[in-house]
């Protein structure tokens, strides 16, 4: 069996669709499932087994025998959310104790950390396991990311295999529920449909022009299929960086959704709202050569590949992967 956690979020239900078509027929699915609209990702997917996150513990306990691989992908992620005590409970504490059960029963393991650690990026964006303990990240879901990769590398019992994937920003399909913290490309399609234009943040930071911001796109798809690879592969335990090694502004990602819905680009900006105008990140570009060393061969979609994907094959026929 193989478990994932996160099971009913945008990347957890993403993988078990690869999983299941590469044959991978019993899923376990850990997840808190009351919220409705997320359950929507798993609908049409052949779920072995469904186990509610506060009760996991105790169901691996009993099944920890038949479990080949854990994918930790869930977690808090609202990069608004600014009290501390609820990223300490499900991003640290849930992971460390799914962690030490990893060790104790011998199960490899990859887990869901993020580029929010990186912070500003005044260390840049190196997946150096030496650079990490220096990273400031800017908002309490980075901090508590972060708290879990440094405790990780301080563990002198690890899982046979483990990795850390600091996922850039990810975009794709099954992002429906995810309401604010849902993509540009998911905002832009709806608010295209809606007004029949998009409104982008305003640069509040005089080195980027307005929707100049650079971020590191990544598609769901490249990054599910990297899962697969430190999955059936297993090269050394790290904590790698998973963006597309590529920045590009947020007019390029909105421009596209344009070209894609054959519309000619009407873009407006308004200000960042205030609340998260000084956690702000302003580039980010995931290093990727790690993960190349370790023996990752394919090619990632381009940002126009990508955009034109998920808006073409799943925004516009409102479907599910």
Same mark, same amino acid.
Request: proline fraction near 3%; aromatic fraction near 14%; charged fraction near 25%.
């Given at each position: 069996?193989?478990?994932?956690?996160?099971?009913?979020?945008?990347?957890?239900?993403?993988?078990? #669709?690869?999983?299941?078509?590469? @044959?991978?027929?019993?899923?376990?699915?850990? +997840? *808190?499932? $009351?919220? =409705?609209?997320?359950? %929507?990702?798993?609908?049409?997917?052949?779920?072995?087994?469904?186990?509610?996150?506060?009760?996991?513990?105790?169901?691996?306990?009993?099944?920890?025998?038949?479990?080949?691989?854990?994918?930790?992908?869930?977690?808090?992620?609202?990069?608004?959310?600014?009290?501390?005590?609820?990223?300490?409970?499900?991003?640290?504490?849930?992971?460390?104790?799914?962690?030490?059960?990893?060790?104790?029963?011998?199960?490899?393991?990859?887990?869901? #950390?993020?580029?929010?650690?990186? @912070?500003?990026?005044?260390?840049?964006?190196? +997946? *150096?396991? $030496?650079? =990490?303990?220096?990273? %400031?990240?800017?908002?309490?879901?980075?901090?508590?990311?972060?708290?879990?990769?440094?405790?990780?590398?301080?563990?002198?019992?690890?899982?046979?295999?483990?990795?850390?994937?600091?996922?850039?920003?990810?975009?794709?399909?099954?992002?429906?529920?995810?309401?604010?913290?849902?993509?540009?490309?998911?905002?832009?399609?709806?608010?295209?449909?809606?007004?029949?234009?998009?409104?982008?943040?305003?640069?509040?930071?005089?080195?980027?022009?307005?929707?100049?911001?650079?971020?590191?796109?990544?598609?769901?798809?490249?990054?599910?299929?990297?899962?697969?690879?430190?999955?059936?592969?297993?090269?050394?335990?790290?904590?790698?960086?998973?963006?597309?090694?590529?920045?590009?502004?947020?007019?390029?990602?909105?421009?596209?959704?344009?070209?894609?819905?054959?519309?000619?680009?009407?873009?407006?900006?308004?200000?960042?709202?205030?609340?998260?105008?000084?956690?702000?990140?302003?580039?980010?570009?995931?290093?990727?050569?790690?993960?190349?060393?370790?023996?990752?061969?394919?090619?990632?979609?381009?940002?126009?590949?990508?955009?034109?994907?998920?808006?073409?094959?799943?925004?516009?026929?409102?479907?599910?992967?």
């Amino acid at each position: 069996m193989i478990v994932v956690t996160g099971a009913a979020g945008f990347i957890g239900s993403a993988l078990i #669709s690869r999983l299941l078509e590469a @044959g991978h027929s019993r899923i376990i699915a850990v +997840d *808190d499932f $009351s919220f =409705i609209e997320k359950n %929507k990702n798993l609908a049409e997917k052949q779920i072995t087994e469904r186990v509610e996150r506060e009760e996991f513990f105790d169901w691996l306990k009993k099944n920890h025998i038949d479990i080949e691989f854990i994918f930790h992908i869930g977690a808090r992620t609202d990069t608004t959310e600014f009290d501390y005590s609820i990223f300490e409970h499900l991003n640290v504490e849930y992971s460390k104790k799914l962690w030490n059960a990893c060790v104790e029963y011998s199960i490899p393991l990859v887990y869901a #950390s993020s580029a929010a650690t990186y @912070g500003a990026g005044e260390y840049g964006y190196e +997946d *150096d396991e $030496s650079r =990490i303990p220096l990273l %400031k990240p800017l908002n309490p879901y980075g901090k508590s990311k972060q708290e879990f990769d440094i405790w990780a590398l301080e563990q002198d019992k690890t899982p046979p295999f483990w990795a850390g994937l600091k996922f850039f920003n990810v975009y794709g399909p099954n992002e429906f529920h995810k309401g604010r913290m849902a993509s540009v490309i998911f905002h832009t399609y709806h608010q295209i449909l809606k007004t029949g234009e998009m409104k982008l943040f305003r640069s509040h930071n005089p080195n980027f022009k307005d929707g100049e911001q650079l971020r590191d796109f990544v598609y769901v798809k490249d990054l599910i299929e990297v899962c697969l690879f430190l999955m059936n592969e297993q090269p050394k335990s790290s904590i790698y960086n998973l963006g597309s090694g590529t920045a590009r502004t947020f007019l390029d990602l909105v421009k596209n959704t344009f070209y894609a819905l054959d519309k000619t680009p009407k873009i407006d900006f308004v200000d960042t709202p205030a609340d998260i105008r000084d956690k702000y990140q302003y580039y980010t570009q995931a290093d990727m050569e790690k993960l190349k060393k370790a023996g990752y061969t394919k090619e990632f979609h381009t940002l126009e590949e990508g955009v034109e994907d998920y808006v073409k094959n799943y925004l516009i026929e409102n479907k599910y992967y």
